[in-house]
């Protein structure tokens, strides 16, 4: 974990390298200027001479000038360093989640990722501003005070090595019950997270369901753990102050009553009793200061180590040594695929066999869990086979750099998304080089053109994030219009017209059908209506396929379509599709 936290500072090395350089030297100003305040008072107020007042006066004035310089270099540096580190943290996590394949990202919740983004790099980023500063300047501090206490006297010393042997104790009991709660809270807050962002993206359903109190108390019960752990976490730690107060003034009450003793028995001045005082606030405060990096280092460590999870994350799929870079053409063929989401898990696919020629139109139809998105995930590699081989264009997928592949096989997910950004920067994704003309052709074609032409700024016309501002038919057909950009060899579409009428769909897939020559698309629909007219239909049923004919030969030989078939045709909905496919 350290080791791969560190090795993200980057080009902020030297900046890194420097503050401890100039931490110290504003330390050993800061020591001094107690011992020069001892000589001020010995040598000049008690004495009575001015010139020396003056002289140590001046001393004093240019120490503590080089120390706030030195001080201030060092938070620069410091600060710089930091937060280059948790920007590179946060570009290695995001670079590496683009990576993922859909079985890594299941690993993750998006609230968790969210979190180690913004509140663990955050952490990361004040421990490491703190580990470069404080963490020097707490120990130099407390060694050279000790050192200048026992150069000065030694046996009043003493009284200085009690006081922190009585407060490291204290501290050390505090940290180690707190180190367990704060290990909690990032835990908590994953959780806080995940109520947050599934309200926020759900807050429609909430609505519609008048489900706001329900929603409330989750998020209630969410914040009521954090809180509570948060109190116990800071109520220990809360008691860094009493018990540094009780030492410190123990401390000076020793220091009074031997040092007055010392000084009437002529081996210790006024001045010097005045630097021991100093000298003893430095010590303990240096002391509270270790406290509070161990403290901040415990909440980074845990920080730390989901950071690095992700970051380290070798996805599940990569390309080959030397991949395959042009699909030929749009033919599938799955050879005695099983699939399973997780290794060693129970299959969502088993004992899959089909054969599909390039340009051909492929229906999938079946329940609800009976593996439809499963087999196409597996054709564009967004899952990797456990058993068996896909093949397109007669390569085995996996022989492909999945760029390659994935330009050639899109995919209009069932829950497909749309980004900020115009219509066209939204249609571009498909081609980036995509020209105006190109983009209202495959418009046309996904049946987008005729709503975007009458919205106020036609392709120009901002897209809310989600797209929330358009409806989800329309949704849905500018994410076919972005796929068909690409012009690939095989579209799949994974019930992507759900949410346009049964007229509307008829007419992109003529119009796909149409002007797309040479395509091969594979098309999942609830309907059978959608899928009728297609070259043949794969029936599937938990997870295996239990008839692949054409849609007349299927209602022959087959009783599940033939089922969903007379039960889709029946009655008033039968009357409701027939109209509108007349509209």
């Known amino acids: 974990m350290i080791k791969t936290i560190l090795g993200k500072v980057g080009r902020y090395k030297t900046a890194a390298l420097l503050t401890p350089v100039w931490t110290t030297a504003e330390v050993i100003m800061g020591v001094l200027i107690p011992y020069v305040t001892a000589s001020l008072i010995d040598k000049g107020i008690s004495a009575g001479n001015m010139p020396e007042v003056y002289k140590y006066g001046a001393l004093m004035l240019v120490m503590a000038f080089f120390s ?46 969210v979190t180690r ?184 460590a845990a920080s730390g180590k989901r950071v690095a999870d992700v970051i380290n994350e070798e996805p ?61 995930f597996l054709i564009s590699r967004l899952y990797d086979v456990s058993k068996g081989s896909v093949k397109v264009g007669g390569v085995d997928v996996r022989s492909y750099a999945m760029e390659a592949l994935r330009n050639q096989v899109a995919v209009v997910l069932q829950k497909n998304t749309l980004f900020s950004g115009t219509i066209l920067e939204n249609l571009r994704w498909g081609k980036e080089d995509a020209t105006e003309e190109e983009c209202r052709e495959a418009c046309r074609q996904a049946c ?48 992507s017209t759900s949410a346009v009428d049964t007229a509307t769909d008829a007419h992109i897939r003529s119009a796909i059908s149409g002007r797309v020559e040479g395509l091969t698309k594979v098309i999942i629909s609830q309907r059978i209506l959608s899928i009728r007219d297609a070259d043949r239909i794969i029936v599937m049923e938990d997870g295996r396929v239990v008839a692949f004919d054409t849609h007349e030969n299927l209602l022959r030989t087959c009783g599940i379509y033939k089922d969903i078939y007379d039960m889709q045709t029946s009655g008033a909905e039968a009357d409701f599709d027939k109209k509108e496919v007349a509209a």
């Open 68 to 113: 706030a310089g030195f001080g201030i270099l060092a938070a620069r540096f410091a600060a710089y360093s930091s937060t280059g580190l948790a920007a590179n943290l946060r570009e290695a996590m995001y670079t590496n989640i683009q990576r993922f394949s859909f079985s890594d990202i299941d690993k993750y919740s998006t609230a968790g990722l």
């Open 117 to 300: 983004m913004t509140t663990d790099v955050s952490n990361i980023q004040g421990a490491f501003q703190m580990l470069l500063r404080t963490s020097f300047r707490a120990p130099l501090n407390m060694v050279s005070s000790l050192f200048m206490c026992f150069f000065i006297n030694s046996r009043l010393s003493v009284v200085f090595l009690v006081a922190m042997v009585v407060l490291s104790s204290c501290l050390f009991f505090l940290i180690r019950r707190a180190a367990k709660l704060f290990v909690k809270i990032f835990e908590r807050y994953d959780d806080l997270n995940g109520v947050i962002q599934e309200n926020v993206s759900g807050i429609r359903v909430v609505k519609a369901f008048v489900r706001e109190d329900h929603e409330i108390g989750k998020f209630d019960k969410a914040a009521l753990a954090l809180y509570n752990l948060n109190v116990k976490a800071e109520s220990l730690m809360a008691l860094n102050h009493p018990i540094m107060n009780i030492v410190v003034y123990g401390c000076i009450i020793s220091l009074s009553w031997f040092g007055a003793h010392f000084i009437v028995g002529g081996t210790l001045t006024t001045g010097q009793l005045t630097s021991l005082f100093a000298y003893v606030m430095t010590l303990m405060s240096s002391l509270m200061m270790l406290s509070m990096i161990f403290v901040q280092l415990t909440q980074s």
């Open 316 to 376: 599940d799929m990569y390309d080959p040594a030397n991949p395959i870079l042009e699909v030929k053409d749009g033919s599938i063929d799955f050879e005695d695929v099983s699939f399973a989401y997780t290794k060693g898990g129970d299959y969502a696919l088993e004992d899959i066999d089909l054969h599909i020629n390039a340009g051909e139109t492929i229906g999938v139809i079946g329940g609800t869990g009976s593996g439809k998105s499963s087999l196409v």
């Open 448 to 495: 987008a053109d005729e709503f975007i032409e009458r919205m106020p700024d036609g392709y120009n016309t901002y897209i809310e994030q989600g797209g929330t501002n358009v409806s989800g038919g329309q949704r849905q057909r500018l994410c076919i219009a972005r796929a068909l950009l690409k012009r690939p060899k095989v579209l799949i579409l994974d019930d």
